[in-house]
């Protein structure tokens, strides 16, 4: 076990819907990093969060956004889903930014199912 | 951006034989290296990483190589066992506040009994 929670752990909707992921990070955790598995994309990040802020972003689309709370606890909404947002959403978690406090632990992931 | 490439994409080996997997990067400027084991339908977890001011480092049955002229790293597991096998991942990060991990397409090693 990581220390890093996902709920839901499955999620099953049809397209046009809109979803929430939630991710909880390490105690003490600062950076939260959210990632997708797809078959024929592999492992791509999406979004970074340090303390609140958003740090980096990656091949994530405009109907996805993501945000971090005061808590730490980060949430990913996919919105007017199509087929091919059908993957396993993985969060990650890690202290900070740099040195030996980067190191990211995963989630169990939400596999998401678009029907 | 970064780029990783990792070869082979399936390794099959015998039980106790030794297993190489191997990944370059682009980026020259990126600083740490570690590596994700997967098992189907789980998490990816973190079984040993490097970072750019070290050439080698071991944990036992599992050593990791960074050649940063080259811009490659590799994974190697000696003593393979059955319970080895599993997808494997090797990830690079680039230097600065921004310290995303872009991975490499992964290995299918199967460890034969």
């Known amino acids: 076990d990581s220390g890093v929670t996902q709920t839901p752990k499955h999620l099953i909707t049809a397209t046009g819907q809109r979803v929430t992921l939630r991710c909880s990070p390490r105690?003490?955790?600062?950076?939260v990093y959210w990632y997708q598995q797809s078959l024929d994309q592999g492992l791509q990040f999406l979004i970074q969060?340090?303390?609140?802020?958003?740090?980096a972003k990656g091949n994530i689309l405009e109907r996805f956004s993501a945000q971090q709370f005061p808590d730490l606890h980060s949430e990913l909404n996919l919105s007017s889903l199509e087929l091919g947002d059908s993957a396993l959403y993985f969060c990650?978690?890690?202290?900070?930014?740099?040195?030996?406090?980067?190191?990211?632990?995963f989630g169990p992931g939400t596999r998401l199912t678009v029907l | 951006g970064e780029n990783v490439e990792q070869h082979p994409s399936t390794l099959s080996v015998q039980e106790g034989d030794s297993a190489v997997i191997k990944c370059t990067y682009s980026d020259s400027a990126s600083n740490y290296f570690p590596w994700y084991k997967q098992e189907l339908g789980k998490r990816p977890q973190l079984i040993i990483d490097i970072r750019s001011n070290v050439g080698e480092k071991k944990d036992q049955r599992i050593a990791v190589t960074l050649n940063k002229t080259a811009k490659h790293f590799s994974l190697h597991i000696t003593e393979t066992q059955p319970e080895d096998s599993a997808v494997y991942f090797c990830a690079a990060v680039p230097s600065g506040s921004a310290r995303q991990l872009t991975f490499g397409s992964g290995t299918q090693l199967t460890v034969l009994p």
């Open positions: 990650a978690s890690s202290v900070g930014l740099a040195g030996n406090t980067d190191t990211q632990y």
């Open positions: 969060y340090y303390n609140g802020e958003e740090r």
């Open positions: 105690s003490g955790d600062l950076s």
